[in-house]
């Protein structure tokens, strides 16, 4: 049911013919990475050495969780974005657990007022 409801909100969100960015180029996309101990790490060192291990979703946001060498850093984002949006956002994110955050922050993206389409870089 779950899933007929996501495939449901994704046919209605798809756009067509409009140029693609990265999800790192949107504001919303992290750069800030904390982690269990406060530290920050940089986009780019995220980016280059750690794997997208988990997203959460509470009221208005996402977590993303990502371990790099060991360590598990942390970034919200979300604060200004729809729940439709948080809700697919983190339904594709989910997908690709285990994989470089370098490569999940490339997925292409086209966002208008119609809604989402989603690509692959």
Not at 30 to 47: A, H, K, L, R
Request: hydrophobic letters at 45%; zero cysteines; a negative charge.
């Amino acid at each position: 049911m779950l899933l007929l409801l996501i495939a449901a909100i994704s046919d209605l969100l798809l756009t067509r013919g409009a140029p693609m960015s990265q999800l790192k180029d949107f504001g919303w996309w992290p750069n800030v990475w904390i982690d269990e101990t406060g530290n920050s790490s940089t986009p780019t060192e995220i980016s280059n050495d750690a794997v997208l291990k988990n997203v959460r979703r509470t009221f208005g946001s996402l977590t993303l969780v990502a371990d790099r060498n060991g360590v598990i850093y942390t970034a919200t984002l979300g604060s200004h974005l729809s729940e439709d949006f948080l809700i697919l956002l983190r339904h594709i994110l989910l997908q690709h657990l285990g994989e470089p955050i370098s490569g999940v922050e490339q997925f292409d993206v086209t966002l208008s007022d119609k809604g989402i389409d989603w690509g692959r870089a």
